[in-house]
C-alpha cells in the first residue's frame, strides 16, 4: 500500500470533526499519485458522498469537459476537496470542519508534490491567498514555495451562473502553458542547486 493510500485509508476512518457522524462515505480525492498538476474543490456533495470519490455530479461532469479541453484525462492529475466529508444540505464548509481537515490536504500535497494546484473556488482559493477575492485574482498564478497555485471559479459556480462559464473555460486554457513554466522553473531549480553543490 503506498504512503498516499494509507492516508485515503486514514481519512475514510476519521472523527476529527462531527461531519462524519452524517456522511456516507467520505471522499479521500483520486487520481495520478505523481500527478503535475492538481486540482481541489470544497467538499463533496451528495453524489460524492454517495460514491466516496470527487467530482462526480454535475459539476464533476463539467470538470471533465475542461479537462477534455486541454487534453487531459482525471488519471493524469489529482483531485481532492478542502475537506473529505459532505456538510449536511452542502452549506458552506465551517473554519473548524476546515481546520480539522487540513493536515489531510497538507499531506496529501506533500506525497503528490505537484508542480501545479488549480484551486477551484474560494475555500480552496483561501487556502494560498487568505484574503484575496476570487473575482479578483482567478486566472492569476502565484508561487508559493516551489509550487504554483492557480486560483479558478468553482465548476459550480460557472453552472449556476452563465456568465462565468466563459471565464471558467478561459482560465483552464492557459494550464498546459503554466504547466510548461513550472516544469522549467522547477529544472532550473535544479541547475542551481546541482551548480551550487559542485562548488562545494
Ligand atoms: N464540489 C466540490 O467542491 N467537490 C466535489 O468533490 C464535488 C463538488
Redesign the pocket.
Known sequence: MSELEALAAEIVRCTRCLLHQGRTRA?PGEGAENADIMFI?????F??DQQG?????A??RFLDELLGSINLERSQVF?A??IKCRPPGNRDPLPDEIEACKLFLDRQIELIQPRLIVT??RF?MARAFPKARISHIHGQPRKIGGIVYYPMY???AALHQPSLRRIVEEDMQRIPELLEQAARMSETALLVEAEQLSLF
Open positions: 471522499v474543490g470544497e467538499a463533496p456533495g453524489h460524492e470519490r470527487p467530482f462526480v455530479g459539476a464533476g483531485i476537496n478542502v477551484l473556488g480552496s468553482h465548476p459550480a
